[in-house]
């Protein structure tokens, strides 16, 4: 690729240290405060999920570790589904709402409105995904064959330091397919996993994806499924 992009800090320091040639920042926006906003939170939280790592508990402190960055960068439109009279539905239209019809003798639909949300800061959200893509590139070899926000795979040993928040740890061994960005195929002799982000794959009409499916994907073939 060559041309311009949008980087925050992190990557910034890094493409400047490795850069083969010289590094022209056009323009820029400066977060003036900074700190580690996060630290109580994830430290507590972290802490409770290992008390019941594989139970309810853990689960409930995984979603909330894993999406509170996200929360910053969030867009402001909001979706729900409602039953509501003609009249309502129009008048939503008239003040700017995006309405789309789901079941129109029950009056059910679907409604997107935009409400700013108090808790938005871009500067948190790209500087925490920044830092985890510069992190995500120091761990690239000729082996690595795919990555995704939290994740890298390659053919190769991947060096890791001790597990702790922050770190790769070792996680799936085994064959694998890919089709594209988030659609892919792992499996080895006791699991299988399957990543199809948009795509129903689990049975729900009839349609189910599987590693041979996606395979013959990747070979050219099409999978059709009408919803």
Known sequence: YDGSGVYFTNEIQRLVEKADGEVTVIEGILFRESGIVFKNYVETLYALRMTDKNGALGDVCKLMLNSL?????????????????????????????????????????????????????????????????????????????????????????????????????????????????????????????????????GGEFGCRLDFDGLRSVVDGASIVCEF
Do not use: M
């Not at 239209?93 to 409604?111: L, M």
């Open 69 to 201: 960055y996200g929360k910053f960068g969030q867009k402001p439109e909001r979706q729900k589904t409602l039953f509501a009279s003609t009249e309502n539905i129009k008048q939503r239209i008239r003040e700017g709402a995006k309405v789309k019809i789901v079941n129109a003798e029950n009056n059910i639909f679907r409604v997107v409105e935009e409400h700013s949300a108090g808790f938005e800061h871009v500067g948190i959200a790209g500087t925490i995904t920044s830092e985890a893509r510069a992190r995500l590139w120091e761990t690239f070899d000729a082996g690595t064959v795919y990555c995704d926000t939290d994740s890298v795979h390659t053919t190769n040993t991947l060096k890791t330091d001790a597990i702790r928040i922050g770190c790769l740890k070792h996680e799936f061994s085994g064959e694998a397919c890919y089709a594209g960005k988030k659609l892919y195929a792992l499996r080895n002799t006791e699991h299988t996993k399957v990543r199809a982000k948009g795509i129903r794959i």
